[in-house]
């Protein structure tokens, strides 16, 4: 049985103990070659700790023995690089360091761990060692020194690994922003002990033993912060030969769905669906300008995987819980100035987010300070992984997405959030379940026109679409553990506004596929005021010759969408067909097409 390291980031664990394993050390040399001194961003929970670990476990002198069994069945074991096992190793992890402390505790923490640190080097490499390294309990920084005066009098130089260096920048997001801001400002001050940190980092790196850095964390926020003290850290995250570096590609996982499906003694068909739901909810990511191959979460994927082989059929839940965090996030952008409407944007795909450069440096204070352009808002999205690179515009923009349902999910989730009510959300959730299983909109037409409409500003009145108008219904109508729910399916050149097609192995319930496409009409364009409109009977409404028209488009694209999906799913579709046309916020009219 194949064994999946969930929640395993320990290379030397993975390898010895015979774990699946994707092999990424051809990047080894690619990393070497990139430069001395190296910054790597990813999304939270996706692969970066395994990154170092395989670094640490390649460099390490004290290794060296292991190489074959750690690395030779590997690609770089077969061609090895000259610097493998060439080096002393310290790793400093700062996303083990509490942050919700006073800044005295928070610099007491971070001095013990690095002492921590240093003393478990002192005794991992005591063989090598000529110098005894002096531990000073109050003074870390007064023990580095003492480490890398010991460090030279070896042949060995050493290799600094940090990891989640931005945690304490990535934890003002997440609390309270006033008390987070005011201690992050005193982390890194002039005279911090955390930005004297990495001036000493620096100052090492120039003859004082240190050759060699990597780190890795979320975006680039407190590189900005520190950059006084730290500026020669080369940017390599998005180099398109690392935009595999961490993450699965789809031909990797589709040998190893096939795999669990015989072990489970599952049709092929099975593991093409798996795929397919894989790809749908986990797959999208990229972190190159080129748009070369997207990316799978590793976090996500594996714990689908190891769902699957246990069981031997699909999670009921697609979200792992152990990324619920981005929702926090996300509910931090959403209270930036013009964040919802960056969030309803992404959504609506329509115009694309797009910007002509990626915000690469930016501070704290930006995050907080009331102004945020639109630039700075999608490139924060983007290196939280809640938004990924999506090509080029017609004028060379880069055009940004939101990379799958499981990021749509956090969006859709936020929105309801922000516009309704928790009894109010739990009352459409009762309705959309009536939906799925009857076709009948009418109930969820009425809730619109009567409640959730009702919170939408004037400025929204005078920006209103029909984009508007379907952001709304998929707020209500998202349940990712009956559908695959995508908003602008492409079908040929057109696209779709809503479809929601049944997971594969929620088809045995009484529920139905459904496509939908919506169409607005303003109060100008009818002519009509708001109190004459309401008062309007249904049939005198849908009399209304721009409603008509709009009704007739709406069944024309759908019976169009109807033959496109037909081909690609076949007979098991149970698909409704429904149009919808609102007039202003004050109206809805749907139907059923093709009945």
């Excluded at 928070?106 to 531990?135: A, G, P, V």
């Excluded at 050759?211 to 730290?230: A, H, K, N, Q, W």
């Amino acid at each position: 049985m194949i064994k999946f390291p969930y929640g395993i980031s320990n290379y030397y664990r993975i390898i010895t103990d015979n774990y699946f394993y994707v092999d990424r050390s051809n990047h080894i040399r690619l990393i070497e070659e990139a430069g001395d001194q190296l910054l790597f961003l990813r999304p939270r929970r996706f692969g970066k700790s395994l990154v170092l670990s395989m670094l640490e476990n390649y460099y390490d002198v004290a290794k060296a023995d292991d190489f074959d069994k750690l690395f030779g069945n590997l690609a770089i074991g077969k061609n090895p690089t000259p610097k493998h096992n060439q080096y002393f190793v310290m790793k400093w992890d700062f996303s083990v360091i509490k942050t919700d402390k006073d800044i005295t505790d928070i610099e007491y923490s971070l001095n013990n761990y690095i002492n921590e640190t240093i003393d478990n080097f002192s005794n991992r490499y005591e063989s090598f060692l000529t110098k005894k390294i002096n531990i000073n309990p109050k003074d870390a920084l007064a023990s580095w020194q003492s480490l890398l005066t010991a460090i030279q009098k070896t042949p060995y130089k050493l290799y600094l690994l940090i990891d989640e260096y931005d945690n304490f920048a990535n934890e003002v997001m997440m609390g309270s922003h006033e008390i987070s801001n005011s201690r992050y400002d005193a982390l890194t001050s002039a005279e911090s002990f955390l930005k004297t940190i990495f001036k000493a980092v620096k100052s090492a790196s120039s003859g004082q033993g240190l050759e060699r850095v990597f780190i890795t964390g979320v975006s680039p926020v407190l590189m900005t912060d520190i950059t006084s003290s730290y500026n020669v850290a080369e940017d390599i995250y998005l180099k398109s030969q690392f935009n595999d570096l961490c993450g699965f590609k789809e031909s990797e996982l589709a040998l190893i769905v096939n795999k669990i499906a015989k072990e489970c003694d599952l049709p092929s068909t099975k593991a093409q669906q798996a795929l397919t739901l894989m790809k749908d909810f986990y797959d999208g990511y990229c972190f190159n300008y080129e748009k070369t191959e997207d990316i799978y979460n590793p976090t996500l994927a594996l714990y689908f995987l190891k769902y699957f082989q246990q069981e031997c059929h699909f999670p009921r839940k697609i979200l792992d819980n152990n990324l619920a965090m981005d929702r926090g996030k996300l509910s931090y952008v959403s209270s930036l100035l013009n964040g919802e409407s960056v969030i309803f944007q992404a959504l609506n795909e329509n115009p694309p987010l797009s910007l002509f450069e990626l915000a690469d440096r930016f501070g704290v204070q930006d995050m907080l300070s009331a102004n945020k352009d639109t630039q700075f808002i999608v490139s924060l999205l983007y290196y939280l992984g809640i938004l990924t690179l999506n090509g080029e515009t017609e004028l060379g923009k880069l055009r940004f997405k939101i990379p799958n349902l499981v990021a749509r999910k956090l969006y859709v989730e936020r929105l309801f959030e922000i516009h309704l009510t928790k009894s109010e959300r739990e009352h459409t959730g009762k309705l959309a379940q009536e939906f799925f299983q009857t076709a009948d909109l009418q109930a969820i037409c009425d809730f619109m026109e009567q409640h959730y409409f009702k919170v939408f500003d004037n400025r929204d009145y005078k920006l209103a679409n029909e984009l508007t108008i379907k952001t709304a219904f998929l707020t209500v109508l998202f349940n990712d553990i009956l559908y695959i729910m995508d908003s602008e399916f492409s079908t040929g050149r057109r696209y779709v506004d809503l479809s929601m097609i049944i997971r594969p192995e929620r088809r045995k319930y009484p529920i139905f596929d459904f496509i939908l496409e919506f169409k607005y009409i303003s109060l100008s364009e009818v002519n009509l005021s708001g109190e004459e409109l309401k008062d309007m009977s249904i049939d005198k409404l849908k009399a209304l010759t721009l409603v008509k028209k709009n009704a007739a488009d709406a069944k024309k694209q759908l019976l169009s969408y109807k033959t496109s999906l037909k081909n690609k799913y076949g007979d098991e579709l149970k698909l409704k067909l429904i149009s919808v046309v609102a007039v202003s916020f004050d109206r809805l009219i749907w139907e059923i097409v093709g009945e």
